[in-house]
Every structure is written in C-alpha cells, then in structure tokens.
C-alpha cells in the first residue's frame, strides 16, 4: 500500500470523493471526523467509511474547537469585528491538531475535501494554489497553514468541479451524492448569527452615529453589525445609508454613504507568509467573495502589512482576512485590523 | 491476505451476547410475537416469556419478581426513580411537581451521564442537590455521606459500580445511613450486575437500575427493581403495563434475551468473574512490564473484575485508542456516549485527576469472552505504540 494519510471526513460530499480519491490510488487511508460540537453525532460518516472500505476514527476537539474558534469568534464580534471562523479552524484543527495526530497514526499528511492545490515549488518550498475551479477556490481560507505542512497536506479536489465530486460520488454510490453545499457557519443552528450573537453576548444598547459625529439612531449591540450593512439600521431619512465603522470602545455604529465605504488600504495583522515574504505589486483578497484586487503590500513589524489597493475597494471589514496572491498562487495573508481610507 | 480477528476489549460499553440470548431473541421475535397483555393463547404464550424473565431477572439480584420493572435499560430505570420516587400528596413531593420538596436529592459527583443530567434537570426546576465528592479512587468518602445526610434528603442515589473507572461504591453503608436519616435509597447498578454479586437485601436500597446488554444481554431492555412498598410515579402513563409502573407494550424478544443472559449470569458469574479478574490482571502485569510511566487508576481492589482504566504519561489517549483501533483491539478512553476528552469526564476530574492525567487516559474493559491468547497479543504490540507515541513530533508539525 502507499503512504498512510489521514481524510478528514465531514460526512459531506467533498471530504468524502477526496477520501475515496486517495483510496483509489492505491493510499492506507484512515478517515478521522472532528468531533467539534457538543451535541454532534458522526454515524453517516462511518457508513461512508465503511463503504470506502478503510478504517475511520472520532477525533474528540471538542474543547480545542471551542477555545481556537467559537470563543475568538465572539470575541471577535465583541470586539466590532466580523471574525472568518473558517480560517481558523482549518488553522488550529484541520492543519493544527488533526495533522498532529495524523504524525501520532503513523500518517504523513492530511488529506481534506478543500478546492485548492499543493504542489512542489522551487528550492524546497511548496506552493499553494487557486483550485483549477475559481468558482469553487477555498484557498481564501487556508493562508495561515504553516509552510513548513505544506508538504503534509493533500488537496485531492484541487483540479475538479463541482460537478465532476457529485458526479464521481454518484459513481461511487455515496449516498451524500447529493447533499446540499453547506454555506453556513457550523456551530451556529439554522444559520442564526443575529440570534446566536444574541444568545451569547447578549444586547448592549448605544448609539448610531453619522459620519460627522451626529447621532442618528439606536442600535442594540455593535455585535449586531457589520461594515457595509444596509439592513436592519431602522433610521429616519431617504438617503441609503450604510454602517461605515464600529467602534466597541465608543459602543457606537457609524453609518454614512456609499462613497465612505471606500478605503484606500488596511493594515494586516498576525500575516502567514507561504512564499518568500515579499514587497511590492500583489492580487488582494479582502473577502472570500472579491477580487484578488491589485494592490502593493509593504511588510512591517511583528507580521504586520500595510496593503495599498490600486482602486479604491467597499467594505472592508476588520476581522476578514486579507489574502494576497500572484496569480493562482497564494503568498500569504493575515487579519485586516483596520481599513486606511 | 487476512487480517487478525478483532480483540474486543471494551465490555463496559458493552457486552457480546451471552450464550442462547440471539436464540432466546430469534425465538420469541418469530414465534411469540403476541401482545403479551392480549387475552388469548397466543398473548399468553408471549406473557409466559415475560413472567420466566422476570424470575430470572429477580433472582439474579435477590429480589421478588413483583419488584422487577422492565424498562428500555438503564438509562429509561434512572429518569424514572429520580423524576418518579415518592409518593404523590406525600411528605416527600415528586420532581415533577412545581414545588421542590423540603429535602433535595443527594448523589455521587461519579455518576453516570442518565443519573448526573437527571439531578442537573431536577436542580433547574428548584431541586437541592447534594453532590458528594470522591477520593484518589474514585470512593465516595462516608464521611461526605453523614454531612450529606443533613438536613434530611428525600433520596440518595449513588452507583453500585463506575462506568469509568470500575471502582465499588460502599452503597450498603451508605444506604444505611441514608435510611436512618429517613431517606428513600436508590443505586445505579448497570456496571454491577453480571459481573459482582448483587443483592438488593444485603445492599438495603429501596430502588436499583439494571441494563441487559452489559451482561450479555440484548441493548434496548433493562430493568428497575422497585421494593415492595416504596413509591413510585411513572414516566409513561398508559395500558397500564407492570402494574401501572411502566406503561408500553411488552418487548418480548429484548426481555426473552434479557431473561436468558440474566439465568447465564446468575449460573456462571463466580466462575466467570475469577476469569475475567485473572486475565484483567495478567495484562495488567504485561502493560507494566513493558511500559514505563503509567498509573492504573480506581480502586485496587474495590473495583470490577474487568476494568483496567489505565494514564499513560506523555500520551493522548485518544491517539493511544485510535493507534489499537487501527491494530484490531478495540478501548475506549470513556464513556461511548460521550466518547468524550477530558472536559467529557466529569468523573477524572472529581478524583482530582488533572488533565494530562485524564487525557492520557484509555479504559480497557475485558469481558468473559476474552482469551489469554487475546491478552498475550494485547502486551504484544501496546509498548511498542506507546513508545512510538512518546517519540518527539517530527520537525514538520513543530514549527
């Protein structure tokens, strides 16, 4: 048999044509579930296993889940950032805690069901890549592997679409052929946010103010918001108007026009460079559904990067990640802490 | 090419059926499937299955077989007595009655998750409960017991036997003082019975929960043995089943199985018992001697014959279960319920285990299926996979 790598199985279509992937060619693949929520139950996983024909295991992360990502989740929210708990996750447990126990199995990497690509680059580096797919790319999510695991990691998926897993799933008749992509966050039921947050954090009243200070409104907690929001502001006036800023400091929401959605740059924060780091000319990702965007990134201090766009780009949200490309190449990213307008 | 047969060797999640229960299960499934209230020959028939197991259930514990309650196991024998003991309008006033009683529920802080998250439900709506501590061990100080007593509880359940750990509670010392103080008594006996001796006279409790498939008994029956006398409100109200006691229609086949494995148990647990304690200590010895820096855990010697609940320093123990797993030798590191890490075990953490100790922790339950030979390949390959466990990451996942 070839190496040993462990799949990490969701139970879902993707993790499941990339697990019977590594299986076909010829692979000692041994699946593991991340047992992340309290109340999750993981039989229809097994039963894919089994189908497949290898071993599968129940990683109990429970705990590491709820301190990597669900606390820093709303203490982000807390904090008036829209956090990208995702990235997280596929940082501290999928390429974290998962690959660590891939090491104590006797495993040389991890495999999961992302869209995007590992490949051997120059001088021993790996390189990470857009999927083939740009409709479906996930690299978005994945800047803060280490790139030293590069090598660790298999993304099976990463020259495929959409159509191509449901279609090999059905083939291999997975019964999750057709299950539904998931686009919610997973620890929130129903997809919920407002309601999760309020459960929670509660509500803290305050203030919504104009642009120039004015206060023109009332909000019920600044967790409740997020930059380029239109909704749910119930203000007086015609004009549209959108939340700008949130300062949790101020307990304040800021609303103001299209226009002072604009930002020329950010400032990035906690930056995971997987290329050589690097200066100058970049494609910019703000949010996993935008660009990559021209832009020229000048590196600072303690991982910090300072991002100056080409044009102006909307809505940028502290709390996103700031991902920055060449090509389909992923050179790194980190934690927009703040927009430059 | 084949792989070696599978070592089954986690007998407190569950048991493999004891000899004639699939028969006893088959039999009554294809050829007693009456409704065993109905009137006629046929329901008869089944009832008379019932009524066999219900002796055989009865003398396994020491008690009257009007006493014997089937119920869907252990889980369904727990809520019941916690949310249904005590009589209506009497002294003692019942969980699901809106006002608490002057006297709140006293329990192990052990206990089972069926035990544990009932008490927790009573607490919500109002209930005191008392959570009594345990040592190093895992015992039940007695002294906790005395403090505990006062001011007088209306119930005090503590287990027979821990899930975890194995280790013996003293439940008729502490049923003793319980019942002089004025309380009801009931014990979660669902680790104890079929393995240890149980008497329901010589332990003095009033209520006692049991589980068939821990046994060797099918999974989804089990029992509540009710002292004739002490009062209890059902949870299913209906036919009237069980003397009003548990309504639902009767699970034949589950109490034919339940029935059979319990007549088995009750033949060959002390013959049984010294085999399994035997092979529990021969890999005891073998794990010793080929590993450096572990600690079994539980009582020495208060402890079920089959539990070996072992920390191994320097080792998760859920990549110890998965590395035997993937060897063919199936533990467990808790609880199947919860399948749980250390904040999952409440039961560690009140033995005062930290968490490297907890986490490093798997629970081997063997069963008198096992054989030597099992054991022998056991010792085997574990030091090797603990060894192997305790070598540094390689370079790649320490940056």
Redesign the interface.
Known sequence: MGERIVAAMSGGVDSSVAAAILREAGHDV?G?TM?LLPAADVGDVRAVAEKLGF?H????L??EFRRAVVEPFLAAYAAGRTPLPCAACNHALKFGAL???A????ATAVATGHYARVEPGEGGRWRLRRARDASRDQSYFLYGI?P??L??IRFPLGEMTKDDVRAKARALGLANAEKPDSQEICFIPGGDTAGYLREKLGEKPGAIVDTAGRKVGEHSGVHFYTIGQRRGLNLQGTEPRHVVAVNAATNTVIVGSEDDLLSSGCEVEGVNWIAAPRTGSVGVKIRSRHGPVPATVTPGVEGRVTVRFAEPQRSVTPGQAAVFYAGDDLLGGGTIASAVR | MGSPPRIYLDCAATTPPAPGVVEAVRDALADSWANASSAHADGSRARRIVEESRVRVAALIGGRPDEIVFTSGATESNNTVLKGFGKPNAQFRRPLELRPPSGGVVVSAVEHPCVAESVAWLERRGWKVSRMGVDETGLVDPGDVRKALRPKPALVSVMLANHEVGTIQPVALIAKLAKAAGALVHTDATQAVGRIPVDVEALGVDYLSLSGHKFGGPKGVGALWVRRGAPLVPLNHGGGQEGGRRSGTYNVPGIAGLGVAAAYAAREMAAAGERVRGLRDRLDRGIRSGVQGLRVNGHPELRLPGHLHVSFDLV?G??LM??L??AGIAVS?GPACS??????SPVLAAMGFGEARARGSVRITVGAHNTAAEIDRVVGVLPAIVA??RRA?????R?
Do not use: I, K, N
Request: aromatic letters at 4%.
């Open positions: 041994v593991v047992r071993p295991e129940v990683m109990d429970r705990d690959l660590r126990r090491g104590e199995l006797g280490t030293e695991r090598s660790h | 998760e859920e990549a998965m590395r797993d993937l590191t399948a749980g890490a250390y904040e999952s192997d466990l990451p390689p370079a790649w996942l940056s």
